[in-house]
């Protein structure tokens, strides 16, 4: 059974930091893109960041480049979001979420949305 | 950036009716790399279809998606009690991977 769950979040200040872990179960983790995804209070989905199978590319949302860092560990099946001078606007619930697939060892990728999502962990920015 | 719009924002219908929602972009997406999420309160999003028309697993064949280009549509064909939620439409065709900003389905 596939199982993404996340952890890290919590209360910080403006300008403070957090990391956030996201552990990768039930599926061959290091043949997979991967993505944060945030959800502010009340509102819509937004997309954050996405790393490659190999943690060799990663892409930003313009609101966190330069502020977040997207990583992985795939011999520990883990993927991370160090998150640094947090803003009252970054208040939001963060998934993680699994995306394109390696469908052979020649680079050729599989697209299917993102297919599981974890449960997600709140980060609150606040004074 | 690949902006999508949602229609409508609220769509209030009975159970056993037909719903139809629409996300339309700003730029032709790319290989139909379109998807459709249900979202219901304190969960995280499911994922419904992709590849514009392509149910995910598990997913009942009640739902269906269409559409190429820009223009893309979800249809519920008769709604249960249990679809009354909110629907996202998202690109993962290029970065930044934009989601519409939503329908939400409520019971009339």
């Known amino acids: 059974e596939v199982q993404l769950v996340e952890s890290g979040g919590g209360l910080v200040q403006p300008g403070g930091s957090l990391r956030l872990s996201c552990a990768a179960s039930?599926?061959?983790?290091?043949?997979?893109?991967m993505h944060w995804v945030r959800q502010a209070p009340g509102k819509g989905l937004v997309w954050v960041s996405r790393?490659?199978?190999?943690?060799?590319?990663?892409r930003y949302a313009d609101s966190v480049k330069g502020r977040f860092t997207i990583s992985r560990d795939n011999a520990k099946n883990t993927l991370y979001l160090q998150m640094n001078s947090l803003r009252a606007e970054d208040t939001a619930v963060h998934y993680c979420a699994r995306g394109k697939f390696l469908i052979n060892d020649y680079g050729d990728y599989g697209a299917s949305g993102f297919d599981y999502w974890g449960q997600g962990t709140l980060v609150t920015v606040s004074s | 950036e690949i902006v999508l719009t949602q229609s409508p924002g609220t769509l209030s219908l009975s159970p056993g009716e037909r719903a139809t929602l629409s996300c339309r972009a700003s730029q032709s997406v790319s290989s139909s790399y379109l998807a459709w999420y249900q979202q219901k309160p304190g969960q995280a999003p499911r994922l419904l279809i992709y590849?514009?028309?392509s149910r995910a697993t598990g997913i009942p064949d009640r739902f269906s998606g269409s559409g190429s280009g820009t223009d893309f549509t979800l249809t519920i064909s008769r709604l249960e009690p249990e679809d009354f939620a909110v629907y996202y439409c998202?690109?993962?065709?290029?970065?930044?991977?934009?989601f519409g900003q939503g329908t939400k389905l409520e019971i009339k």
């Open positions: 039930g599926f061959t983790f290091s043949r997979y893109w």
């Open positions: 998202q690109q993962y065709s290029s970065s930044p991977y934009t």
């Open positions: 590849g514009a028309s």
């Open positions: 790393i490659n199978s190999d943690g060799s590319s990663t």
